[in-house]
């Protein structure tokens, strides 16, 4: 890392009809140098991105790069100063190869026809230096998530890439395909490229960056030198006050056996047995692909069983779709909230009432004041920051959006319930409330299931872990035994 | 400051619903103003009831079809299927001499029988009910011209005439039976659970699924319940027609999309009332009327319709942009 600037932000404004997004943002860039940039949901990230990438109209400020001031962006102009953005979702083809989507829009020869060969061997090398070996030809469609991030690193490489922004990168990926998305950040580093390093994970943060900025509510707060700086200083700068990072213990011990796997099959898993007991947050852990939320897709009746029994509250209970599931108090809360578990355009109390709407009708009518009643009951209840129930679900943070899908389990008086990465997207004040939910309703008596990437959080919520490896129980853990490293050797299957 | 903005794009979001809730309307009444100034025996109570008798038909298909549509699905075999409906309970009537009190229930079960086909083949093959329904239209329709032998059929009894032809008061029965589905429609898809979950199919299938909707049971529903009112549009056209014909109902199915397109039912799915549905077949029947009345030649009323409907659903895309634009601006925000 040396002291050139090569991306200069001053007074960077942004207003949205009633809302000023970047309020004078004034940030430097060093070459070579991974930057973090760190905010909760809301704090302006996305739009400074997206100011810098020259997607959207700058209200005020200067953007200098490459030796000009600039007042406005675009993003052809963004590109020709070696602008590149990976966005969360992936800008690629998936019905073309690698290599094509690699040189989408770019010639690399003056041949009229497309040189597949030259295209090939630049693909080739610059998967060499990454230390990936990929043919070239493959679909990209045919690629785990891993890999198609990958082929976008490779992509903005092949434009001569100066600063790489990379908004969320490890959302998608397991442990160990971070670790290889880290040594490819560092070639990248070594080659003097900045990256622009955006992600909710703290850890990952103090990993990968050198400098680390703060952003809040539109309006730039600090920046620091990742190694002068710690955990708590980042999470106060972010939240502008101090904010315990905690997780609330288990207060009363687990009850009677409630949810009993035995030996099931189907949907990618063999052969799962584990049970589960009143008040207990049992952890899922394991890679991508390990089977996790197949397993929970299983136990919900949404794909079906081959072999093997679900028993609950001690006896055998047949689950052939979500309606059974659902009779039988099992609930889940899915890590796809916006494309499998709400109806983002309609309202709040729509979507919590929706699973019990029998129950709220007579003769087929539903009762708008049943329907009212309960729904503003567990708005309350777990505090739903919403102006109204008629605020539609599209319009809400993400945290907000993760309790409606909780209001809704809960009045559907789900007993059991599984929550699929139950923070993920979600800024780290309303992650703290969803814990101390979590806490709150095993200790009620519901019994959970909680699928999480997040190592942290699911040494810190669980009180008991199971480990899934290629679709079989790779072991479980004790809490006393909890450890990163023990869970990760049995994830990986090296144990 | 964050609450602040939440009610201000609110305004402005609520503001674009309303106004796409009564754009129809405002079109509907502009309409009506124009062509009862330009031709006077527009605006009379006979013509007013010709008007609407004329769309009757379709409008009452069309219930039907918006339950489909407002689940994600589209039927475009709802005219085939009065086409061999028609042909079918001609036939019951005069070759076989059966009652029409009797012919009547076993048609109305044959549009069900038809619909059911429908939503079973969409969900066992699992491709779009759009190519489902091209397929099936053309087999009923082609099933109707075999079964009608190239026949005009007629000599029904008498006793017949009046589901097409009748009135009740003033008011001819096709009027009063659109107002009764009509009327039937709105409440199930506002106020009972299954309406929920109509708009909830439409509106994020997976997650309906997941919330424990037989999504399935659904489809196959919906499609028989358009059929079965596709049968009773079958019956009063027949009564009206009075000659078992394979070119009657041919092509409803146009009036049907765009009267849910104009009254603002979405292609997608998960949008779309009653209300604005009546008001798109009552725009169709103002311009079928009016161009009638001031003698346009046939093909230059497919023009009109056709712009029409095109600036509708264009306006009505455009809003919609305009609003994920928002949402976008505001969510990066």
């Known amino acids: ?495 | 400051m964050k609450n602040q903005t939440i009610t201000l794009t609110n305004l402005g979001a609520k503001f674009g619903t309303e106004m796409r809730k009564y754009a129809p309307l405002i079109i509907l009444i502009g309409l009506t103003i124009f062509f009862s100034i330009i031709s006077p025996n527009f605006l009379t109570s006979r013509n007013i009831l010709i008007l609407v008798r004329q769309v009757s038909f379709a409008a009452i298909s069309a219930v039907g079809v918006i339950f489909v549509m407002i689940a994600g699905g589209i039927d475009l075999s709802v005219g085939s299927q009065i086409v061999l409906t028609n042909i079918v309970l001609s036939k019951l009537m005069v070759d076989s001499n059966i009652s029409p009190l009797l012919a009547i229930p076993l048609t109305l079960i044959l549009g069900a029988t038809l619909g059911a086909l429908n939503g079973f083949l969409s969900i066992k093959l699992n491709i779009h009910s759009l190519i489902i329904t091209l397929g099936t239209a053309s087999i009923y329709k082609g099933a109707g011209y075999i079964f009608a032998e190239s026949r005009n059929i007629m000599g029904f009894p008498d006793s017949f005439r009046w589901f097409g032809q009748g009135y009740i008061g003033p008011i001819p029965v096709p009027i009063i039976v659109m107002v009764i589905m009509a009327l039937i429609g709105s409440f199930i898809l506002t106020r009972t659970y299954f309406g929920r979950y109509i708009f909830a199919l439409g509106g994020n299938e997976e997650a309906a699924r997941l919330a424990g909707v037989n999504i399935n049971g659904m489809k196959i529903l919906l499609f028989t319940i358009c059929g079965f009112i596709s049968g009773i549009t079958s019956v009063l056209l027949l009564s009206r027609v009075f000659a078992g014909q394979t070119s009657t109902g041919q092509g409803i199915e146009f009036d049907c999309l765009t009267a849910a397109l104009l009254g603002g039912v979405s292609f997608k799915g998960g949008e779309g009332t009653i209300f604005g549905l009546m008001t798109g077949i009552l725009i169709i029947g103002v311009l079928n009327n009016a161009m009638q009345l001031a003698s346009f030649p046939d093909f230059s009323q497919n023009v009109v319709k056709g712009a029409v409907l095109l600036a509708s659903v264009g306006f009505d895309v455009y809003q919609k942009n305009r609003k994920a634009k928002e949402t976008i601006a505001r969510v990066a925000a």
Request: proline share 3%; net charge negative.
């Open chain 1, 1 to 495: 890392m040396n002291e050139n600037v090569v991306l200069s932000l001053k007074d960077i404004t942004k207003k949205y009809p009633g809302v000023l997004a970047l309020d004078r943002i004034s940030l430097d860039f060093l070459e070579g140098e991974v930057h973090a940039l760190l905010g909760e949901n809301g704090a302006g990230k996305s739009t400074l991105i997206k100011a810098v990438a020259g997607a959207i109209n700058l209200d005020g400020g200067i953007i200098h790069v490459g030796g000009q001031n600039h007042h406005q962006m675009t993003p052809h102009l963004s590109r020709s100063m070696g602008i590149e953005v990976i966005y969360q979702e992936f800008n690629l083809v998936p019905t073309m190869s690698i290599a094509e989507n690699i040189f989408l829009g770019n010639r690399v020869s003056d041949k009229f026809l497309v040189d597949y060969e030259t295209m090939k061997s630049k693909t080739r090398e610059i998967f060499k230096l990454f230390n990936v070996d990929i043919d070239p030809m493959t679909l990209v469609q045919d690629l785990s998530p891993a890999k198609q991030q990958i082929v976008e690193i490779a992509k903005s490489v092949s434009k001569n890439v100066r600063i790489l922004i990379m908004d969320e990168p490890s959302a998608p990926l397991s442990v160990s395909e971070v670790e290889h998305m880290f040594e490819i950040i560092n070639q990248l580093k070594q080659k003097g490229v900045t990256v622009i390093y955006i992600s909710h994970r703290l850890e990952e943060v103090f990993r990968i960056s050198d400098r680390v900025s703060v952003m809040r509510d539109g309006q730039y707060v600090a920046t620091k030198l990742t190694r002068d700086t710690n955990r708590k200083e980042l999470i106060s700068l972010m939240v502008g006050r101090e904010l315990k990072e905690s997780y609330p213990p288990q207060s009363n011990p687990p009850g009677e056996i409630v949810l009993e796997v035995k030996n099931l099959s189907g949907n990618g898993n063999k052969d799962i047995s584990f049970s589960i007991r009143k008040g207990e947050i049992l952890g899922i852990s394991g890679l991508v692909g390990a089977g996790r939320t197949e397993l929970a897709m299983l136990l919900f009746g949404a794909a079906p069983i081959e072999s093997g029994e679900i028993w609950v509250n001690g006896k055998p209970v047949q689950i052939h779709s979500p309606l059974n599931a659902i009779q039988h108090g099992v609930g889940l809360l899915t890590e796809d909230r916006k494309g499998k578990g709400l109806f983002l355009e309609m309202a709040v109390g729509w979507n919590i009432s929706f699973p019990i709407l029998r129950k709220l009708s007579k003769y087929g009518i539903v009762s708008a004041k049943a329907e009212n009643k309960i729904a503003e009951h567990y708005r309350q209840r777990i505090n739903i920051k919403t102006p109204s129930l008629e605020q539609r679900v599209i319009n809400l943070s993400g945290g907000n959006q993760q309790k409606v899908v909780l209001a809704r389990s809960l009045a559907a008086e789900s007993g059991i319930l599984i929550f699929d990465e139950p923070t993920r997207g979600i800024d780290v004040g309303a992650k703290q409330e969803i814990y101390h939910l979590m806490r709150e309703l095993a200790d009620n008596g519901n019994t959970i299931l909680m699928i999480s990437s997040d190592m942290e959080e699911l040494l810190g919520m669980s009180d008991r872990i199971i480990v899934l490896c290629e679709g079989k129980l790779a072991g479980e853990v004790q809490k006393e035994q909890f450890s990163q490293d023990y869970i990760l050797d049995l994830a990986s299957g090296t144990h």
